[in-house]
């Protein structure tokens, strides 16, 4: 059964440093998101993508954060400068049209 | 505002046990997820329903649009059924929003 994927599974960094969390959706998909779920609290959303561009992004998504879709099959999110804060569980997600929606496993950032 | 919110928080139950969580949501959402998250952190999606009721094997979910309110029904629940379920609103601007999640524990 096809599945999302998403590298690194866990990272490390210093606040202040740059990562990229990737992600590989299902081929078909069309839409695309990313949430982020804090040690012990709910799950947030961050942002979907559809059609080359960003459709919604809540206000988490300040302009630290940015995504991208380089070469048609990864979906990337970038957080230019690290905060303690942003520590947390990131999810991709994506599916191809009105049903639900695929989850990869989850990348764990930790910021020191 | 949109808000979702989960009862119980918590649950324990004996397998073999009926079990109901319940998702109440306000003005706004227009589909209503259901999502297991398993210890691991792992996140499946379970149900996606803006009306009336689905099934997939031992789990059940309802929606009831004018009270505005969900259901998701264990039958038969089973150790391996112990998770964080979670209700997620999706508003009709395409944003999602979550529930805090009820943990749930079968015991065998």
């Known amino acids: 059964e096809p599945e999302v994927t998403q590298t690194p599974s866990h990272q490390v960094t210093q606040m202040g440093q740059e990562v990229i969390l990737r992600c590989v959706p299902i081929s078909n998909h069309l839409y695309f998101y990313w949430y982020r779920q804090i040690l012990g609290q709910k799950v947030e959303f961050l942002v979907s993508?559809?059609?080359?561009?960003?459709?919604?992004k809540s206000e988490i998504f300040d302009d630290q954060f940015s995504v991208e879709r380089p070469d048609g099959s990864n979906f990337t999110l970038k957080i230019r400068s690290t905060k303690l804060e942003d520590s947390a569980m990131y999810f991709c997600?994506?599916?191809?049209?009105?049903?639900?929606?695929?989850f990869g496993p989850g990348t764990r950032l930790l910021v020191l | 505002k949109n808000e979702v919110e989960q009862s119980p928080q918590n649950l324990t139950a004996q397998e073999g046990e009926f079990i109901t969580i319940n998702c109440s949501y306000s003005?706004?959402?227009?589909?209503l997820h259901w999502l297991q998250q398993h210890p691991g952190g792992g996140i499946v999606s379970l149900f996606m329903l803006s009306s009336g009721k689905k099934k997939h094997g031992r789990l059940i979910a309802t929606i009831n649009i004018q009270e505005k309110h969900s259901s998701l029904h264990i039958t038969a629940s089973h150790p391996r059924d112990s998770a964080v379920y979670i209700c997620a609103g999706l508003n009709t601007g395409n944003q999602f929003y979550f529930g805090t999640g009820t943990s749930l524990t079968v015991i065998p």
């Open positions: 993508f559809y059609n080359n561009e960003i459709s919604e």
């Open positions: 003005v706004g959402i227009s589909a």
């Open positions: 997600a994506s599916k191809s049209g009105q049903e639900t929606q695929y």
